[in-house]
């Protein structure tokens, strides 16, 4: 269900790598919010601070690593300002994280039941035989149908796309009110991550969980989100509704990211892909970030950065061409 009530709001979020060549902004002022029931998707290319964001919420960032700015406020508390106790109750309680490859966030030398029944323990009131009767009926609940046999097996014997069911189980096992998932199908085969995105679709609606969905596949958006921001360099350059965004792309680095994608009607036809490559963050250019590579940058998008621009409630874009239509976001 989806309400109007907010679960997550992200203020400014700035979050800076200290290195030996200098500060690299990877989240750079990133502001948006999740309802209640509600899927977003985060998209971009490799390096425009997607992941940093996502790991930022749960304050997973390591080392050079820091929030340097912002506010992430989940159910009204500031997380930011939280230590790493309390954090520790809130990861894998209230906020679960699931990773694109499963076999390295699953212990090999224990088996599924005894990880996905220690997750549950960790964070129920549960003795060791309720716990398994949990487990269990989570594993089956993610569409596994042998699910006793699989509670006994080690990681190693299952496929990848159970590996990810075995995660996506773990990660709802406590009634997470949030769950973050860092492209949770990269790694599998196409059916399999059909019925990947499937199961985590029904099971957001079953249980009224919230999803932020970070990817870089815009298939997987136009599948499960209700809302999409898509960032670029540390930014967001654009967010919207999901159907607004496929059927009027504003920024044209979403276009771009758009005519990169396969289309039905289009499988004989020639992708086109966007020019050049995301900056390095030691090399970020003057004004607009994208004006390297955008057909359309205009002299002033050299020397000034464009702000946000809301152009309708929810619907915001950071370019120049959007000026006249738009009012400045706070
Ligand atoms: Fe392109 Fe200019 Fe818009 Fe940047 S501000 S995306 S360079 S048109």
């Not at 690593?65 to 912002?70: N, R």
């Not at 099971?203 to 599948?223: P, Y």
């Not at 061409?321 to 706070?330: D, V």
Request: with cysteine; proline share 5%.
């Amino acid at each position: 269900m989806n309400t109007n009530e907010t679960l997550l709001e992200v203020k400014e979020l700035k979050t800076y790598f200290y290195t030996e060549h200098g500060v690299v902004p990877s989240v750079d002022g990133v502001s948006f919010h999740v309802k209640k029931g509600e899927t977003i998707g985060i998209v971009g290319e490799s390096g425009c601070g997607k992941s940093v964001t996502s790991l930022s919420l749960l304050q997973l960032v390591s080392e050079p690593g820091k929030i340097v700015g912002g506010e992430i406020l989940f159910d009204g508390k500031d997380l930011t300002k939280y230590s790493n106790k309390q954090m520790r109750k809130i990861r894998g309680n209230k906020i679960s994280m699931i990773f694109q490859e499963p076999l390295t966030s699953l212990n090999p030398v224990f088996t599924v039941g005894m990880q996905v029944s220690e997750s549950i323990r960790l964070h129920q009131r549960v003795d060791k035989q309720k716990a398994k009767v949990i487990a269990i009926d989570m594993l089956a609940k993610v569409g596994i149908t042998n699910a006793e046999k699989v509670y006994s097996s080690f990681p190693h014997q299952l496929s990848g796309g159970m590996r990810q069911r075995v995660m996506i189980a773990m990660a709802l096992s406590c009634n997470p009110q949030l769950l973050i998932a860092d492209e949770p199908t990269t790694a599998l085969d196409v059916t399999i991550q059909a019925q990947i995105i499937k199961l985590m679709k029904d099971l957001s609606k079953r249980l009224d969980t919230s999803i932020i969905m970070i990817t870089h596949d815009l298939g997987v958006v136009a599948e499960m989100v209700d809302r999409v921001i898509v960032m670029y360099a540390g930014q967001i350059v654009e967010q919207n509704d999901v159907f607004e965004l496929f059927k009027n792309p504003m920024h044209p680095y979403t276009k771009g990211l758009l005519n990169s994608t396969p289309k039905i009607h289009q499988l004989n036809d020639q992708l086109e892909s966007i020019e050049g490559n995301v900056p390095s963050p030691s090399q970020m250019p003057r004004g607009c970030k994208f004006h390297p590579r955008c057909p359309l940058a205009m002299d002033k998008c050299k020397l000034m950065e464009p702000p946000l621009f809301q152009i309708n409630e929810g619907s915001e874009v950071r370019c120049w061409l959007s000026e006249e239509e738009g009012e400045m976001a706070l």
